[in-house]
Structure formats: structure tokens, C-alpha cells
T-cell receptor, first 112, second 113 residues
Framework: GENVEQHPSTLSVQEGDSAVIKCTYS??????FPWYKQELGKRPQLIID?????GEKKDQRIAVTLNKTAKHFSLHITETQPEDSAVYFC???????????FGKGTLLTVNP | EPEVTQTPSHQVTQMGQEVILRCVPI?????FYWYRQILGQKVEFLVS????????KSEIFDDQFSVERPDGSNFTLKIRSTKLEDSAMYFC???????????FGSGTRLTVV
């Protein structure tokens, strides 16, 4: 089955800096890669997703890149703000599966 | 913005008791899911449900678990005989297509004592 590895597990940046979180996946049939933000005690919320027919997608300060050949995808947050502090999860899905397989999460702390 | 709603938000139960977690998916969504998250860990898939039947389930989803869509709106997860290790946050999710607009509910925190 699919296995998703996520790095780093914790990331601390200064406000205004960029943050990059990386994920790799194992199943070449996966073709859908969402990123979720989870604040403490709350639900995961979809912040951006990318499909395998696209190499990059951007939404304001957030961007995701996908390298299907290498089976990795990354989340880039620019001009970080304290409210970006949360746990970020990557996930992979697609092929004949109905499920999303999640990474272990990255705790991002943005220091004012 | 439409939401997936879950009840109750917290549930404390004795080991061995049955619990039913309830979810109301977004009304035009066709795919329904249950995931769980043990405190501080990643989100884990339990089961997906489409066209009134289970489409996929994980190894966690053993005979103690069942899902139902008793009417046109509710989607329930039943745990027949709870164990201590079932303590977790349980999230319901729904989507229009398999890989589109995948929305999570606010979760039910289940504590088995």
C-alpha cells in the first residue's frame, strides 16, 4: 500500500521567512496530493491540493510543487505569519484507492 | 460554507461498551469516510463508503467496527465493544468526487476508560 514520509517533523521560522515541508510517496498510481493545516484540537483543513497532471500550483502565499518522477511533493509558505503556526499534513491518494494516506505531520512554529 | 457536522464532540465510555459516532456529511457529497487520529499522531484511514456500501477499509477497521447510512443524511460509525486503544479523535469526511473537495468534520473525541 501507499506510504507517505514527511519531513521535517518540526520547523521553527521567524515571521516573514519562508517555510518548506517535503513529502515523498511510494505508490506510483497516486495522483492526488492535498495539504491540510490542523490547529490544536481542530479539524484538518484543506489548504491546497495538486494533481499529477500539474507540476506546481500557487494560492497567494502558499505553493505546492510535485515531482512525479521522483515521487515527492513540497509545500512552500512565503512571508510566514504567526497565524500560520499549526501542524501541516501532506497526503496522497488516487489510483484504485478510496483513501488518503497521510504523512506524520510537521509542527510549524512562526516566531514573531 | 457547507460543513460536515459530527456529534457528540466528546464521548467518554467504559471499556467494553458500544458507542455510535454520528456525522452529517455535506448534502451533495457522495463519498463518505471515517478517519481517526490518536493524540499527537497522524490521521489514519478507517473506512470509505460509497453507493451505500463500504468501498475500502483499513486493517484497523475490524469486526468491532461498522458503518451505516440509516437515512439520506446521517452517516454513523459504531464500535461494538470499545477498547482502551480506541481512544482517539474520530473524524468524518465527505467529498463530491473521490479526489475533490474532501472536507473533514470537527471530530468526536472518544475516551475509553
Amino acid at each position: 500500500g501507499e506510504n507517505v514520509e514527511q519531513h521535517p517533523s518540526t520547523l521553527s521560522v521567524q515571521e516573514g521567512d519562508s517555510a518548506v515541508i517535503k513529502c515523498t510517496y511510494s505508490d506510483s498510481a497516486s495522483n492526488y496530493f492535498p495539504w491540510y493545516k490542523q490547529e490544536l484540537g481542530k479539524r484538518p483543513q484543506l489548504i491546497i491540493d495538486i494533481r499529477s497532471n500539474v507540476g506546481e500550483k500557487k494560492d497567494q502565499r502558499i505553493a505546492v510543487t510535485l515531482n512525479k518522477t521522483a515521487k515527492h511533493f513540497s509545500l512552500h509558505i512565503t512571508e510566514t505569519q504567526p497565524e500560520d503556526s499549526a501542524v501541516y499534513f501532506c497526503a496522497a491518494g488516487g489510483g484504485s484507492n478510496y483513501k488518503l494516506t497521510f504523512g506524520k505531520g510537521t509542527l510549524l512554529t512562526v516566531n514573531p | 460554507e457547507p460543513e460536515v457536522t459530527q456529534t457528540p464532540s466528546h464521548q467518554v465510555t467504559q471499556m467494553g461498551q458500544e458507542v455510535i459516532l454520528r456525522c452529517v456529511p455535506i448534502s451533495n457529497h457522495l463519498y463518505f469516510y471515517w478517519y481517526r487520529q490518536i493524540l499527537g499522531q497522524k490521521v489514519e484511514f478507517l473506512v470509505s463508503f460509497y453507493n451505500n456500501e463500504i468501498s475500502e477499509k483499513s486493517e484497523i477497521f475490524d469486526d468491532q467496527f461498522s458503518v451505516e447510512r440509516p437515512d439520506g443524511s446521517n452517516f454513523t460509525l459504531k464500535i461494538r465493544s470499545t477498547k482502551l486503544e480506541d481512544s482517539a479523535m474520530y473524524f468524518c469526511a465527505s467529498s463530491v468526487n473521490r479526489w475533490d473537495g474532501y472536507t473533514f468534520g470537527s471530530g468526536t473525541r472518544l475516551t475509553v476508560v
